[in-house]
Structures are given as C-alpha cells and as structure tokens.
Nanobody, 128 residues
C-alpha cells in the first residue's frame, strides 16, 4: 500500500532552518505529483509547495516564497522541503502529499482535494 513517511520536524527559534523529508513507498514515485501542506491550530489546511514529476516545475504559497524550497530525488523516492528564515507563523503540522500525474500541470494542484495520498504529518514549532 501507499506510505508517505515524513521526518525532520522539530522546534526551532525564529530565523532558523529545518529540512523536512518524505519517504514514499508503494507508488511509482517519478510519476506522481508531490507536495507539502500544513495546518496550524484553528486554521485551514493550506498548500505550501508543489513539485512536478521531474522536479523542474514548482509552486509556492506566497507566505513561503523565497524562504522554502521543495525538491525531490526520484532515485531515492524522497521528497524534501528546505525551510529557511522560519517565523512563528510557520508553526504547523506539515504533511507530505502525493497524487498520480494524469494531465495538465502538477503545479496547478494546490488544493487539498487534489491529493489522494497523505502522510501522517510532522510537527514544526517556531518559538523563542
């Protein structure tokens, strides 16, 4: 079955960095659109970043542009999210998501309903 296992979350001070990883199994990884969503307490789940099957195209939410970088290693079946200049508003549970590419562009899939597969999440807490 499909498994998406996130790691790399933790607590960090404002201005710090974290790198999240998502190990995927049970899918033909290189044929899947991949992304990261997050959900803060009392807020809607939001799309943070999305990446195309080859990794050549990416999407970022305005709130993280210039600070976060999404990438993938299709040989290792792993998705990454490098997060720099973290601030308190980045505190949330971060989820890895996947869905098979069918048509169109992966980077247009920014809504939660665009993804059938979700990881359990990894907590990121930014506080001083």
């Amino acid at each position: 079955q499909v498994q998406l296992v996130e790691s790399g979350g933790g607590s960090v001070q404002p201005g710090g960095s974290l790198r999240l990883s998502c190990a995927a199994s049970g899918i033909t990884f290189w044929t899947y659109c991949m992304g990261w969503f997050r959900q803060a307490p009392g807020k809607e789940r939001e799309g943070v970043a999305v990446i195309s099957t080859s990794g050549s195209s990416t999407y970022y939410a305005d709130s993280v542009k210039g600070r976060f970088t999404i990438s993938r290693d299709n040989r290792k079946n792993t998705l990454y999210l490098q997060m720099n200049s973290l601030n308190t508003e980045d505190t949330a549970m971060y989820f890895c998501v996947a869905d098979p590419y069918r048509e169109g562009r992966c980077v247009d899939r920014t809504r939660r309903n665009d993804y059938n597969y979700w990881g359990q999440g990894t907590q990121v807490t930014v506080s001083s």
